[in-house]
C-alpha cells in the first residue's frame, strides 16, 4: 500500500539529520550506494554529506566538494583529503599530467606541502617550479635528499643573501649546489657594480692565471679559457692593479704556448749548428753558403721576437761575414802561392843546417811534451764527462722548463750547479746553459711573486675571520687550512725565500692568533666538557671491569656491554689525545665481557643440551598424559636456563621443541575430538544467527514463537565462543529494536492517517484541489478505523467544498494550540504567552489537587479530533494556523512515544 511505503521508506531518506548520517555512515544498501555521490552534493546537513563523501572516499567527489560546497567547514575537510589523495598513492588518482595541470589550481600553502609530501618525483618538481616563498626554495636546495630539486630550486632563487646562504649550508654536504650558489650570487653582484665582489673575483682569477705558471703547457689551454671567460664580465670594472697583474700574467702565457716552444726548439737547433760551423776552422764554403742559406729561411718563417732568433740572426751575419772572407782569402792564396815558391829555393840552403840543430832540442821537448799531454788528456777527459753530464742535466732543465714543472726544475738547477764546482770557469758561459739559466730565474721571479700575493691574501682572509661571524671550530678550521698553505708555500719556495717573507710570516701569525683569541673561551669550554666527558668513561670503564670481575649477574653484564659499545663510538667527545688510550681500555674491557657471556653461554648450551636428551627420552614414553606433566616442566626448566648464543638458542630450541611435540602429538585425539565437538556446536551456532536474521517484526504472534524456540536452541548449544555471544546479543538488540520501532509506527498510523485526511480537508477547503482529486486520494487512503475522529473527519471532508470559515473560533484555537506546544515542549509566540502559563499553572494545580491525568495520546486524539471540528479556516490565516499546528501536534506526537 502507498501509505505503508511512505511510512516505511529507507532511513538514508528520513527527515531526521542524525538517522540519515548513521544510514550513510553503516548501511550497504545498493541503492544507497548508488545514491552517494547525490547526497554528497545534495543533502542539506553538511554532516550527512560529509558521511557520504567518506563513503564514496573518490578523489573526484573530494576535489569537486571542495570548492562547491556551501559549508565552509566541510570544505576544509574535503580539501585536506583531496590533497591526501593527490599527494599519496591513492589507487583512484588520476594520471600524472592531469595532476601536474591542477597545479595551478592550488594555493601558495598546497603548493609547498606538495613539495614537501609528494611521492613522485615529477610531481614534486612541477610545484617546485610554482613556488614562490624564497625560504621554502632556500630550504629545498639545501636539504632535499634528491639532488635534481636541489638546482631546480636553486635555479629558482634570485635573491643574492639567499643564494649565499644556501652556499655556505651546502658547503659541505653538496659541493655542485654550493659551487653554483656562490657564483650565482658573485655574478649578481658584480652585475650590480659591488666592488668588493669585482675585486675578490679579480684577485682570484690572478690567482688562478699566475697557478698556470707551474703547469705544463699541454695542460693550460682549457683552463686558460676558462679563465677569460671568467674575466670577461668584470673586464673595465676591476681595480686598475689587479687588471694590470691579470694581464701582464696573461701575455706572459700567450707567449708561452706549445708553438712557441717549439719555434725556440727549432731556433735552438740552428743556432747550435751555426756555432758549430763557425767554430770549425776547415769548414768547406759551398757548406757554410747552404747553412747561411737554410738560417735565412728559419728566420724568415719565424713569427715571435724571441731572444733565440736575436741570437741566430747575430750568428747569421757572423756565418755571412765568414763566407765572405772566405771568398776573399781563396783569391790572396793564390797569388801569394806563386811568390812563395821563388822564395823557398833560396832559403833551402839556409834552412838545412837549422834542422839539424833543432832535431836535438825537439827530442828533448817532446818528452816534456809527452809527459804534459798525458796529464791534460786525463784532466780533459774528467771535464769532458762533467761537460756530458752537464749537457745532460742542461736538457733536462730545458724539458722542465718548458713542461712547466718547476718543482723538480729546482732540484736540477741545484745539480748543475754542483757539477759547475767541478768545471772550468768558462763552462759557466755557455750559451744553452746560460738561457736555461735565464727562463728559470724568470719563472723563479714569477713564483715568487704569486706566492708572496698569495701569502698576502692568506693575511687578508685571516684579518676577515672575526667579522664574518663564523662558529669557533670554523674559524680554527680555516686557521688551520691557512697554516697548512703557507707552510707548502714555505717548502715550494725554500728556506730563503722563507726568509725574505719573514715580515709576512709574523703577521701572519698575529693574524691567526687574533682570529682564534675570541674563540678561547668556546675551546675552554669544550675541553671541560670533553674532560668530564672522558672522566664519564673511565668511571663507565672502572665500573665494567669490577663487573666483568664479579661476572655473577650476566643479565647486567650484557647490559654494561651495551653501554662500554656505545661510549665506544661516542668517543669523539673526548681529548683526540686521550681517545686511543680509551679506546683500547674500552676494547680490553669488552673483550673480558664477551670472554664471561662466552662462558655463560657455554653453560647455557650444557643445560639446554641436558633438557634435549630428557625430552628424547620422554618422547617415547607409553604415558602420554604423564609425558605431557614432564615436559611442561622442562619447558619451564628452558626458560630458566636463561639465553645463550643467538644461533645456537635457536637450533637447539628448534630440536628441543620437536621432541615436545612428539609427546604432545600423542593428546592429539582427544583434542581432536573435542576441536570436533566444538566445530559442530559453532556450525549449530551460526545456523540459529542465520535463522534468527531471517526473523521480521511485522507479524508480532508468529515472531514470539519463533523467537522462544531459535532462544531455546541456543541454551541448548552450551557454547564457550565470546564472539558468537556477541553477535547473538547484537541481532536480540536488533530486533527488540525493529518490534519497538514497528509497534511505534502501527500506533502513530492513526494519527498519520487523521492528520493526511485532514489535509486534503483543508486543501479543498483552500481550493488548492478539485474535488475530484480530493475524493480520488481520500479513496485511496482506504478506510478508516471506525471512532468519532473518523466521524468527525468525513463530515468535514463532504462539507469542504461549500464550507465557509467558522466565525469566533480563534480563541478556542488559540486554547488548542497552547496545549498541544505545552505537550510538545514547542516555544509559544508571544501572543500566547499568557495562554501557556495560565495552562501551566492549570495542569498543576490538577496534578497536586491529585486529579486523574488523560493519557498522552488520548489527550493527542482528542485535541486532533476538536481542531478537525473546528472546521475551515480564513484563507487568509490558513497557511500560518496550519504550520502551527503541525509543528506543535508532530512535537507532542514525538513526545508521547
Not at 776573399?328 to 833560396?346: F, I, L, S
Amino acid at each position: 500500500m502507498k501509505f505503508a511505503r511512505f511510512l516505511f521508506k529507507p532511513r538514508w531518506q528520513s527527515k531526521d539529520v542524525a538517522t540519515r548520517r548513521g544510514a550513510v555512515t553503516e548501511l550497504n544498501d545498493a541503492e544507497l550506494i548508488g545514491a552517494l555521490p547525490a547526497i554528497a552534493r545534495n543533502d542539506s546537513d553538511a554532516g550527512v554529506r560529509l558521511a557520504a563523501l567518506r563513503r564514496l572516499n573518490q578523489y573526484e567527489a573530494w576535489r569537486e566538494r571542495s570548492t562547491g560546497d556551501a559549508d565552509g567547514s566541510l570544505r576544509e575537510t574535503a580539501r585536506a583529503a583531496y590533497l591526501a589523495m593527490f599527494i599519496g598513492g591513492s589507487a583512484d588518482r588520476p594520471p600524472l599530467e592531469r595532476r601536474i595541470a591542477e597545479l595551478d589550481t592550488l594555493s601558495g600553502e598546497e603548493i609547498e606541502r606538495v613539495v614537501a609530501q609528494a611521492s613522485e618525483l615529477s610531481l614534486r618538481s612541477a610545484a617546485l617550479e610554482r613556488a614562490t616563498r624564497p625560504s621554502l626554495l632556500a630550504d629545498v636546495a639545501s636539504t632535499d635528499a634528491d639532488a635534481k630539486l636541489r638546482l631546480i630550486a636553486l635555479s629558482r632563487i634570485n635573491d643574492l643573501d639567499a643564494l649565499m646562504r644556501v652556499a655556505e649550508r651546502t658547503r659541505k654536504t653538496d659541493k655542485v649546489v654550493s659551487r653554483l650558489a656562490r657564483d650565482r650570487a658573485e655574478a649578481g653582484r658584480i652585475a650590480a657594480g659591488d666592488a668588493a665582489t669585482i675585486e675578490a673575483r679579480a684577485r682570484s682569477l690572478c690567482e688562478r692565471v699566475e697557478a698556470l705558471l707551474s703547469r705544463p703547457r699541454s695542460e693550460r689551454a682549457d683552463e686558460l679559457a676558462a679563465i677569460d671567460t671568467a674575466w670577461q664580465p668584470i673586464d673595465g670594472k676591476a681595480p686598475k692593479q689587479l687588471a694590470e697583474r691579470f694581464e701582464s700574467t696573461r701575455s706572459f702565457l700567450r707567449q708561452d704556448t706549445e708553438e712557441a716552444a717549439a719555434e725556440r726548439s727549432r731556433l735552438r737547433e740552428l743556432r747550435t749548428r751555426l756555432e758549430q760551423a763557425l767554430a770549425a776552422t776547415e769548414a768547406d764554403s759551398s757548406t757554410l753558403e747552404a747553412l747561411a742559406a737554410e738560417a735565412g729561411s728559419g728566420l724568415a718563417a719565424a713569427t715571435l721576437q724571441t731572444p733565440e732568433r736575436e741570437r741566430v740572426e747575430a750568428l747569421l751575419v757572423r756565418l755571412t761575414q765568414r763566407v765572405a772572407q772566405r771568398a776573399v782569402q781563396d783569391t790572396a792564396a793564390a797569388q801569394a802561392a806563386h811568390a812563395a815558391a821563388e822564395v823557398a829555393a833560396e832559403e833551402e840552403g839556409s834552412r838545412a843546417e837549422a834542422r839539424l840543430e833543432a832535431l836535438a832540442a825537439k827530442a828533448r821537448f817532446d818528452a816534456a811534451l809527452e809527459r804534459a799531454a798525458a796529464d791534460k788528456e786525463k784532466q780533459r777527459e774528467q771535464h769532458q764527462a762533467l761537460k756530458r753530464d752537464l749537457d745532460q742535466l742542461v736538457i733536462e732543465l730545458e724539458q722542465q722548463l718548458e713542461g712547466g714543472d718547476l718543482a723538480h726544475a729546482v732540484a736540477t738547477q741545484a745539480r748543475i750547479a754542483n757539477l759547475l764546482e767541478g768545471l772550468p770557469t768558462i763552462a759557466r758561459h755557455d750559451k744553452r746553459l746560460a738561457n736555461a739559466e735565464a727562463r728559470f730565474a724568470e719563472l723563479k721571479r714569477w713564483q715568487r711573486w704569486s706566492g708572496n700575493e698569495r701569502r698576502k691574501q692568506l693575511c687578508e682572509a685571516i684579518e676577515a675571520l672575526p667579522g664574518l661571524g663564523l662558529h669557533p671550530d670554523a674559524v680554527a678550521t680555516r686557521v688551520r687550512e691557512a697554516r697548512t698553505e703557507w707552510q707548502q708555500l714555505d717548502a715550494r719556495d725554500g728556506e730563503a725565500e722563507a726568509r725574505a717573507s719573514a715580515g709576512l710570516g709574523r703577521r701572519f701569525q698575529a693574524l691567526c692568533a687574533q682570529a682564534l683569541k675570541p674563540a678561547q673561551g668556546y675551546f675552554a669550554k669544550r675541553d671541560e666538557v670533553r674532560k668530564s666527558n672522558q672522566q664519564e668513561i673511565e668511571t663507565l670503564i672502572a665500573a665494567t671491569e669490577a663487573l666483568a670481575a664479579d661476572g655473577s649477574d650476566l643479565a647486567a653484564l650484557a647490559k654494561q656491554r651495551r653501554v662500554a659499545s656505545d661510549a665506544l663510538r661516542d668517543l669523539d667527545s673526548v681529548d683526540p689525545r686521550e681517545r686511543k688510550t680509551l679506546a683500547q681500555r674500552l676494547k680490553d674491557v669488552l673483550a673480558r665481557i664477551d670472554a664471561r657471556l662466552d662462558e655463560q653461554a657455554a653453560a647455557v648450551e650444557a643445560a639446554k643440551r641436558r633438557l634435549i636428551g630428557e625430552a628424547e627420552r620422554l618422547a617415547t614414553a607409553a604415558d602420554a598424559a604423564a609425558a605431557a606433566r614432564e615436559v611442561r616442566d622442562l619447558q619451564a626448566r628452558w626458560k630458566a636456563a636463561g639465553n645463550g648464543r643467538r644461533r645456537t638458542d635457536e637450533a637447539q630450541w628448534k630440536e628441543f621443541r620437536g621432541h615436545c611435540d612428539a609427546v604432545f602429538g600423542k593428546l592429539d585425539s582427544a583434542r581432536r575430538e573435542r576441536e570436533a565437538a566444538d566445530n559442530a556446536s559453532r556450525e549449530q551456532a551460526l545456523a540459529v544467527l542465520a535463522d534468527w536474521e531471517q526473523l521480521s517484526a511485522d507479524s508480532a504472534d508468529a515472531l514470539a514463537a519463533q523467537r522462544r524456540e531459535l532462544e531455546q536452541r541456543w541454551s541448548a548449544l552450551n557454547l564457550r565462543d565470546r564472539e558468537l555471544d556477541k553477535r547473538w546479543q547484537l541481532q536480540r538488540d536488533r530486533l527488540d529494536a525493529a518490534q519497538q520501532q514497528v509497534h511505534k509506527q502501527r500506533r502513530d498510523g492513526v494519527f498519520r492517517d487523521a492528520l493526511a485526511r485532514l489535509a486534503l480537508c483543508e486543501a479543498r477547503e483552500a481550493g488548492t484541489q478539485d474535488d475530484a482529486a480530493a475524493k480520488a486520494a481520500w479513496d485511496a487512503l482506504g478506510d478508516a478505523a471506525a471512532g468519532p475522529l473518523s466521524t468527525t473527519l468525513q463530515s468535514r471532508f463532504d462539507s469542504a467544498g461549500s464550507a465557509e470559515a467558522s466565525a469566533g473560533q480563534d480563541e478556542a484555537r488559540r486554547e488548542l494550540l497552547v496545549t498541544l506546544e505545552f505537550l510538545g515542549g514547542v516555544e509559544t509566540p508571544e501572543e500566547d504567552k499568557a495562554r501557556r502559563m495560565d495552562l501551566q499553572v492549570r495542569r498543576l494545580s490538577q496534578r497536586m489537587s491529585g486529579t486523574e491525568q488523560r493519557a498522552a495520546r488520548d489527550e493527542l486524539l482528542q485535541c486532533l479530533q476538536q481542531w478537525t471540528r473546528f472546521g475551515a479556516l480564513p484563507r487568509d490565516e490558513a497557511q500560518d494556523w496550519q504550520a502551527r499546528f503541525r509543528r506543535a501536534f508532530e512535537a507532542a506526537l514525538a513526545q508521547a512515544g
